[in-house]
């Protein structure tokens, strides 16, 4: 009989083990907390394109999981997606001028549903419709922003010259584009090493179109989408003092090396809140950092 | 043959049991009569079908016709439940004993009792411990069968068969492979048992001394029929050329010494005579 | 010609195995209820197929995953996505390799075990002893055996994968340097409960569970009496539980995923 005990004895802790390997998979490996569908409300929201979006996908806020996507469906008579978003009760206050955009997490990653908070003191309801939204871009839109854009500026009537120290440039070089908004206005004339101040002295040569360039603008060294080329993109100040000829910029962001670049994108996903960084992810805004 | 002819005295009747083998008649219409509480033995040559006959009492088997009638019942139409009903009252005895290896000796004894009965533990183990006292091994409850010598194990195996106090015991060649004091013990074990008990016991063996000092009945089968039957004093003497061959111990004679096969000359490539 | 009628015979003879294994299954089926008076033989044999094969599945295990973990590593770290090894490992396993990999070892460490002893027990008359004390084998024997291999693989598999992502998380964290952090957050945010860890773990591993007990009480219970026939029935135990394993694995990963 206490042969037969202790099989029993053993055997229930096998059974144990087993069941606690199982609760740990669920809880500690998985989205079990992403599961959970507690009370929630439901959102409309209309697209013109929902690109890869899927039922079940998540809906964001600042990065934050509020929710997730009920029913997808085409608005009858229109060429128009109707998406359904169950949003979680705790979060109730979302203003009715709210934007639901649809996010890629990363460039290849699954899309979500961001929504950025609007002004209005209205909130959204259970059954009411998020009237703005921003649809999903497809990929191919994407690249062409990141490649296609990236020609020269056509240098017409002359150009003026400014200087920009960066602790980094990464791969640029002379001849690399200068961008403002995403639009060359120029290109790097040189990329020379300051062994005073143990940095790189880079002279951007700016059409003269753009002499409306305020002093206090920053300059960054960005990359053209994942694996491109790098340039350096212009994000103006608010000073009402223009640069000119032989001006030094003050305000400067290196290049973010390419594992950085990436690492972010798989870690974070496009979890950041900004609505244009997820469509445009490899340009984070230099004024955030 | 007394005991054969009143019915009451029959505990299993036989009546025209016909069964083929991959094509060999093993049984032809063969009938016989076991008496209730006696020692009877089924001898005959190997390859008669002896332990097949036992199977077909247990409804193990079942043959192409004829009635086995076991206790008034006849096996091969009795229903699952009915059959094993009927088994829980029969001990069978393996020639190899067929010990359960995942227990002690105590627990293989203990099995038939903990499977079809919810009795006390403290009943069980007077139960087990009785009838393995009565095999003289009550000392080696707690070995493993791997433990145990032949002829220990067989004792141990007829300690589980009575252990329900069966109304019938078979034995499947009791007595191969045990040394002279060992044979002499199952011997013993087998009268006694059938004396104090009352149990009807069916032998199946080739050992004639033993089976001489032993059984009140023999039956001895061959080709499938009863050939002889008799006391076992007498039935030597009944001068049927299968009972000379057999208790005389022949090489050749009814039972032939040469399996069944074609022209020898031939055979060997030799031109028939006269070819 | 020759060759032709002999792989007609395998052909046959494949089929009628596959049959005899259906009835056999819906025979075992049957002997379920009766054998629920057995239930401390479940239990043992639970211990014997499941807990005796823990050693095994939990090395294996963790070399699994320690090395998935270091292969991804290297190749992930091309496109600096590192991080999203162990995410990689943790779903990987718990879709094909867990149920796969542990179905394969409780063929190779339990399968051969039932199939050996049920063959030895009829090779030794202890199953028609059994028959012949009223004890129905198929409820006392196969039953038990049949529900210990449903019960404890999915156990195992768990297991298995629970110590693969630690293995996992051994290289990739402690050892390449991984954050912690990202480690499991990717994978928390990746690995879905249902279509992860129950239509994989579990539901495959039930499967898988259920036809390698089938074939080995089936070859245990049909192997020839001899020694000879045991070690040949063990062997296809292995042959034909790989096989089924594998193919199985196919139809539940189009009909599942």
């Known amino acids: 009989m206490s042969q037969r005990k202790s099989y029993a004895v053993g055997t229930g802790l096998f059974i144990v083990l087993g069941f606690a390997a199982l609760a740990y998979l669920a809880t500690q490996t998985s989205s079990v907390a992403n599961r959970q569908q507690g009370a929630s409300y439901t959102v409309d929201a209309q697209f013109e394109n929902i690109g890869q979006l899927k039922e079940r996908a998540p809906v964001k806020i600042a990065g934050v999981r509020v929710g997730q996507v009920q029913s997808i469906g085409l608005e009858p008579g229109k060429s128009v997606a109707d998406v359904k978003l169950a949003i979680d009760k705790r979060y109730a206050d979302i203003p009715a001028d709210s934007v639901a955009t649809i996010f890629t997490s990363g460039l290849l990653g699954d899309q979500y549903v961001g929504i950025e908070y609007g002004h209005s003191k209205d909130r959204v309801a259970d059954g009411s419709k998020l009237a703005l939204t921003r649809s999903s871009e497809p990929l191919e839109e994407m690249l062409g922003k990141f490649f296609g854009a990236g020609g020269a500026a056509d240098n017409i009537g002359g150009s003026y010259r400014v200087t920009a120290r960066f602790s980094n440039v990464g791969s640029l070089s002379a001849g690399s584009p200068v961008k403002m908004a995403g639009v060359p206005i120029g290109q790097v004339v040189s990329v020379q090493a300051e062994p005073a101040k143990l940095d790189a002295l880079v002279t951007l040569a700016i059409d003269n179109r753009y002499n409306q360039i305020p002093d206090d603008s920053a300059a960054a060294v960005f990359t053209s989408g994942l694996i491109g080329s790098q340039y350096v993109a212009i994000q103006p100040g608010g000073s009402p003092d223009m640069l000119k000829n032989g001006d030094e910029m003050i305000l400067t962001q290196s290049a973010m090396q390419l594992e950085d670049l990436i690492g972010k994108f798989l870690v974070n996903g496009s979890g950041s809140s900004d609505g244009k960084q997820g469509a445009n992810p490899p340009t984070p805004p230099a004024g955030k950092h | ?275 | 010609m020759n060759a032709r009628i002999e792989r007609d015979n395998v052909v046959t003879q494949a089929l009628g195995q596959i049959g005899n294994c259906g009835v056999f299954l819906l025979q075992i089926l049957a002997a379920i209820p009766r054998s629920l008076r057995y239930g401390r033989e479940t239990v043992r044999q639970l211990w014997f197929v499941g807990a005796m094969s823990l050693t095994i599945i939990m090395t294996c295990g963790l070399f699994v995953g320690m090395v998935l973990e270091l292969q991804l590593y290297h190749v992930l770290s091309m496109f600096g996505s590192t991080s999203m090894s162990g995410t990689v490992v943790a779903i990987a396993t718990y879709r094909e390799l867990g149920p796969v990999v542990t179905a394969l070892l409780f063929a190779g460490r339990a399968g051969t075990a039932i199939t050996a002893e049920i063959g030895l027990m009829r090779a030794t008359d202890q199953i028609s002893a059994m028959e012949l004390m009223a004890v129905d084998p198929l409820a006392y024997v196969a039953a038990p055996r049949f529900l210990a291999g449903l019960v404890a693989m999915p156990l195992l598999c768990c297991v298995f994968c629970a110590l693969a992502v630690f293995g996992g998380h051994l290289v990739g964290v402690s050892w390449l340097g991984i954050d912690n952090g990202t480690f499991w957050s990717n994978m928390t945010a990746t690995v879905d409960v249902w279509q992860d860890i129950v239509s994989g773990v579990i539901w495959k591993s039930l499967a898988f569970g259920a036809v390698v007990a089938l074939i080995a009480v089936y070859q245990g219970y049909t192997a020839p009496p001899t020694s000879e026939g045991v070690a040949y029935a063990t062997t296809r135990t292995v042959v034909a539980s790989s096989i089924a394993i594998l193919a199985l694995d196919f139809v539940l990963t189009a009909f599942l995923m």
């Open chain 2, 1 to 275: 043959m007394n005991a054969a002819a009143s019915p009451d005295d029959t505990l299993i009747r036989i009546r025209g049991l016909t069964t083929v083998l991959n094509g060999k008649k093993v049984f032809d219409a063969l009938d016989m009569d076991i008496p209730r509480g006696r020692v009877t033995a089924i001898m005959g040559p190997s390859g008669t079908g002896k332990t097949t006959l036992l199977k077909h009492i247990t409804g193990q088997m079942h043959g192409d016709a004829g009635q086995i009638l076991v206790d008034g019942r006849n096996v091969p139409d009795l229903s699952r439940e009915a059959l094993y009903a009927l088994r829980e009252k029969i001990g069978y005895l393996f020639q190899n004993s067929a010990l359960l290896t995942d227990f002690d000796v105590f627990e293989n004894v203990a099995f038939p009792l903990r499977q079809h009965t919810k009795l006390p533990e403290v009943l069980i183990r007077n139960l087990v411990l009785t009838k393995l006292q009565a095999v003289g091994l009550r000392g080696a409850a707690q070995l493993m069968p791997s433990e145990l010598s032949g002829g220990m194990a067989r004792r141990v195996a007829l300690a589980r068969a009575i252990v329900f106090d069966p109304m019938l015991i078979l034995y499947d060649e009791p007595f191969v492979g045990l040394d002279p004091i060992a044979l002499n013990q199952v011997l013993k074990l087998i009268r006694t048992l059938n004396e104090t008990l009352g149990i009807t016991s069916v032998l199946v063996a080739h050992e004639l001394e033993a089976i001489k000092q032993v059984a009140d009945h023999i039956f001895l089968i061959a080709n499938g029929k009863v050939v002889a039957q008799g006391d076992p004093r007498t039935i030597a003497d009944d001068g049927s050329p299968w009972t000379r061959q057999f208790f005389g111990g022949d090489a050749d004679g009814p039972v032939p010494f040469q399996y069944p096969a074609g022209d020898y000359a031939e055979a060997l490539g030799f031109p028939r005579s006269g070819a």
